[in-house]
């Protein structure tokens, strides 16, 4: 065999190995696909528990639900909820029984336990938490997607609830961005003579233009088209479902839009609200959000009821690994974003309002530096998964008990008559119902 002969050959081989491993690749992708895609059709997800034809009791819950769905780590969660829609295996008289503390807690899918089982997310945790410690109490959880509907609930159904205490679970990844649309667009807010109207805007604005609000190139990494492909690239390469397991725990956050074309108001990532210094027409959110806040608290306080705000951070607030792949995979210029930034701003109008808001965001960043344990759903969801639901429990404990405890005195002077006062500052004083989350906790 001459030389040649022989460089063939090993030419041939060589390819031949090469045509193989590609189809092998080419085949094996195809058939994670397939298995990928069969498994979420055949199961329910949490877009099967939501009605949104109409708000109710329950938000936007289905009611009478009873079924499970996917749990997004290849297993499926149960999901239940009662006639009126509300996420409890149990049914709730309209006013509550002498006695009891009734916690009616507003929110969109973190409030109710996104892909998490009945009795694995934070909601029930407090619940059996309250029982322990005080027997007689309750929590009434509605989806009210977004804090412009959450007002518009509280209106038509919250107050006839007769709840001690309400909460308003904030998620930073898209609620902020969803207060600029709420206003204006879906309900018109007015307070007049300290009373609240919120009605259903009968002439809508138009929706939002997501193009017209993209994030500013300062807060982006300069690339040339070298730099561009290979970023884009290893973002194309971690998200086949051959290499995507291997990744998928810290994945990027996801996008609602074009991964390219960064916008301002993302429903998923919320970039945004973290620019520093804030953009203008992401401020403007901050003050719809705020006068939302302002006419619920006002709402509450007229008739009553502790408001309370929480707070539920975003995936790469808590594990620093996922801000690194977002940097990294959206080619974000980190030293342009505060990771505190919607807290503080948040926090800082609670205090000046006299607001309850319970931040467990440095707490839950610690508890998952301690642990190493993913506190969120894979593949970049927003969500937290099981664990991040104990964490957060565990995390938000002491402000929350210092808010039940508020609850209960007011159960209690009810039931006896009297009137009681309950952290109201003197003029002058600075507010003192502010609890923050700032203790770490160092047991289970």
Request: aromatic share 12%.
């Given at each position: ?82 006639a009126e829609g509300f996420r409890s295996t149990n ?131 300069s690339e040339n088209p070298f730099q561009r492909f290979t970023r884009r690239t290893g973002r194309w ?208």
């Amino acid at each position: 065999m001459t030389l040649t002969d022989w460089q063939k050959k090993v030419t041939f081989i060589i390819l031949s190995v090469i045509v193989s491993l590609a189809l092998a690749v080419f085949l094996a992708e195809i058939c994670l696909e397939i298995t990928d895609r069969h498994e979420k059709n055949a199961l329910l997800d949490y877009p099967d528990t939501i009605d949104g034809r109409s708000l109710s009791w329950g938000g936007f819950l289905k009611k009478n639900f009873n079924a499970y769905v996917t749990d997004g780590l290849g297993g499926r969660a149960h999901w239940v909820t009662d006639a009126e829609g509300f996420r409890s295996t149990n049914s709730f008289s309209r006013e509550p029984a002498p006695g009891v503390l009734r916690i009616l807690a507003l929110g969109d899918s973190f409030n109710v336990g996104y892909r998490v089982d009945q009795k694995f997310y934070f909601n029930h945790w407090r619940q059996q938490w309250l029982k322990r410690k005080y027997g007689q109490a309750e929590i009434l959880v509605a989806e009210t997607e977004e804090p412009a509907t959450a007002l518009y609930y509280l209106v038509k159904f919250g107050l006839r609830l007769q709840p001690q205490i309400v909460t308003l679970g904030l998620t930073l990844g898209n609620d902020i961005a969803e207060a600029y649309v709420g206003m204006g667009r879906r309900y018109l807010i007015t307070a007049t003579n300290g009373q609240v109207h919120i009605a259903i805007n009968s002439k809508p604005l138009p929706g939002l233009n997501l193009a017209a609000y993209q994030i500013p190139p300062a807060y982006l990494k300069s690339e040339n088209p070298f730099q561009r492909f290979t970023r884009r690239t290893g973002r194309w390469l971690t998200r086949t479902p051959l290499l995507r397991p291997f990744y998928q725990q810290h994945e990027a956050v996801t996008s609602w839009g074009d991964r390219d074309q960064l916008n301002l108001f993302d429903f998923n990532n919320g970039f945004g609200m973290f620019a520093q210094p804030t953009p203008p027409a992401v401020e403007k959110a901050y003050q719809r959000l705020f006068h939302i806040l302002k006419a619920m608290s006002l709402l509450c306080r007229q008739h009553g009821i502790i408001f309370a705000v929480q707070i539920f951070p975003q995936r790469y607030q808590v594990q620093p690994e996922d801000w690194l792949r977002a940097v990294q995979e959206y080619g974000l210029k980190a030293s342009r974003f505060n990771l505190m930034g919607p807290n503080q701003k948040i926090v800082a109008f609670c205090r000046q309002q006299n607001i309850i808001c319970l931040d467990a965001t440095a707490a839950l960043a610690r508890w998952y530096a301690r642990r190493h344990q993913p506190l969120y759903l894979p593949r970049g969801d927003m969500h937290w998964n099981q664990n991040g639901h104990w964490a957060f429990f565990k995390c938000s404990l002491p402000a929350f008990a210092k808010l039940a405890e508020q609850g209960y005195l007011k159960v209690q002077a009810n039931t006896s008559g009297q009137t009681v006062r309950i952290n109201t500052p003197r003029p002058g004083e600075p507010a003192k119902s502010t609890v923050l989350i700032e203790s770490y906790v160092k047991k289970d």
